[in-house]
């Protein structure tokens, strides 16, 4: 990957395949899953969009090994959190760490995509996340529909993911990040990176989205954080 050019390549959605390789995934459950600072700001603000004793819905979109997921159920115990996911192995991987950590009668992860929630029905849920899932979405404005049609009119949203036109900083982050993971796992976090939206393109496939007029945007050197607007 080319990190220091100057404008972001054309978008290239990778597909998923090694994702279904168990000696891979579990690599990235070892290396990445528990890793705390970089899903911080989601897990942050879903927590604030949750009171202490609220039993509320969440959806999480695209969890791997589920430990956000699972952190939040540590956090707010009277919510109630599913996960959806491509992978059948990061699910079983998903389902044995929330099995691990004392949740599963509050969490589960089972297979499914952001393009077709059809097995959920409409306005289910109180708040909708997902982190570092939004650049293998085949189209963004789509799954964002199907978020706009899951969540409740009340509810809260927040998507977190790399930006293909992040700054310099945000390129010397990656590059110094790669060298404390394996070399597979690093690897496929630079090349995901191809297939992140510009903050432009974000914003553009919100506003055709039936989130339209509901979404804010915060962007950093490497990421950006979309998140509901403030309830009135």
């Known amino acids: 990957m080319q990190l220091f050019t100057r404008r972001p390549a054309e978008r290239v959605v990778l597909d998923q395949d090694l994702f279904e390789q ?8 070892t290396q990445v899953g528990k890793s705390i600072q970089d899903p911080l700001p989601i897990l942050d603000y879903v927590t604030s969009q949750i009171a202490p004793h609220e039993q509320a819905n969440v959806l999480e979109i695209g969890p791997g090994p589920g430990w956000i997921g699972i952190r939040l159920a540590l956090l707010r115990p009277q919510a109630r959190v599913t996960g959806i996911d491509v992978s059948e192995v990061f699910v079983d991987i998903a389902n044995q760490n929330s099995v691990q950590e004392g949740v599963a009668d509050r969490v589960e992860f089972t297979l499914g995509s952001v393009m077709d929630m059809k097995q959920f029905a409409d306005h289910s849920f109180d708040v909708v996340f997902s ?22 009119p009340s509810g809260s949203f927040c998507i977190g993911d790399d930006r293909r036109d992040m700054n310099w900083r945000g390129r ?8 404390f993971l394996s070399r597979r796992v690093g690897d496929v976090w630079a090349r995901s990176i191809l297939g992140c939206l510009t903050s432009t393109e974000a914003a553009n496939a ?5 989130l339209r007029d509901r979404w804010q945007m915060a962007i950093r050197p490497r990421a950006m954080l979309i998140t509901s607007k403030p309830r009135e």
């Open 22 to 29: 168990a000696e891979f995934a579990a690599e990235y459950n």
């Open 131 to 152: 982190f570092q899932s939004l650049h293998y979405w085949d189209s963004p404005e789509r799954g964002f529909d199907e978020i706009a049609r899951v969540l409740k």
């Open 172 to 179: 010397l982050i990656v590059l110094v990040g790669r060298q």
């Open 206 to 210: 919100l506003q055709r989205s039936q």
